[in-house]
């Protein structure tokens, strides 16, 4: 499948901006069941600084606000294709070792709630059928729903919330995994939706390792394992590690944040 990506980030301040840094994880990884056909990042009000990779191996871009700006615009477009791999990434590679994505963070610490949740985990079960009933176990404990939480909420206040969106339902999803000693992580990424083309953010979800398969994905929000629909961007720990945009600017400025994202299938030419 050839998916067309259209996201766009535009910021206005109340006041202009002396100085401004942002990080984006916003270049799609290539990866099993994924290549990248195109991509461009553009740019008003602000310039590139460096590229590297991270530790995660996403691709981050580092820009800086342009002295004195009001507003700043970050565009990215391209085209991806993609593949069904059943959700399965593959084995294990980059700078970090496999014992890092069990370690708990701030976002995805186990408390009383995770392993509440995890008390009907068989232990008769593979590692594969238990990631799969613990994403069917946290959908049901976690209704989608905005407004409830948001990036500072960890899974143990997910939880107690009993809603939240697709970034709460992984970082819950992570926090019991780990638990179960199985390594987890976060991924941001893109979306199709077969209803609409327009939306209003990115999508996330998370990954496991099971052996003999390597990294899996488990969209807890659709209860399905990602399949040609998706783009995988970014992947961390939690959703620090892979946050679409990340930074910091001096001055103390109102924000307005206006996100436009489009995401469609193209038709590929024979």
Request: one cysteine or more; glycine letters at 10%.
């Amino acid at each position: 499948m050839r998916l067309w990506v259209d996201h766009t980030t535009h910021y206005t301040f109340s006041a202009p901006v002396t100085r401004g840094l942002q990080r984006l994880r916003l270049t799609p990884k290539t990866s099993a069941g994924q290549s990248i056909a195109s991509w461009s990042i553009g740019l008003e009000g602000a310039r590139r600084e460096v590229e590297y990779d991270d530790e995660n191996a996403n691709h981050v871009t580092l820009i800086a606000f342009e002295p004195g700006v009001s507003e700043v615009t970050i565009r990215c477009e391209g085209v991806v294709d993609t593949n069904d791999k059943a959700g399965i990434v593959g084995q294990h590679s980059g700078y970090l070792p496999l014992w890092h994505f069990r370690q708990p963070t701030e976002l995805t610490a186990a408390g009383p709630r995770v392993r509440a949740l995890l008390s009907s985990i068989s232990g008769k079960q593979s590692t594969l059928e238990k990631l799969h009933a613990l994403s069917a176990l946290v959908r049901g404990a976690v209704e989608y729903a905005s407004g409830h939480t948001d990036t500072a909420t960890n899974a143990e206040g997910v939880l107690a919330a009993a809603r939240g969106v697709c970034q709460d339902h992984a970082h819950v999803f992570i926090a019991a995994a780990r638990a179960l000693g199985i390594p987890a992580r976060y991924v941001s990424g893109y979306l199709m939706m077969t209803d609409r083309i327009e939306q209003d953010a990115g999508h996330a979800w998370a990954e496991a390792m099971v052996e003999g398969l390597g990294w899996v994905g488990f969209d807890v929000s659709n209860g399905i394992s990602p399949d040609p629909h998706y783009v995988r961007v970014a992947t961390g720990r939690d959703y620090r590690d892979a946050a679409p945009i990340t930074g910091i600017r001096y001055g103390l400025h109102d924000e307005t944040l206006h996100v436009k994202l489009a995401v469609s299938q193209q038709r590929v030419e024979q």
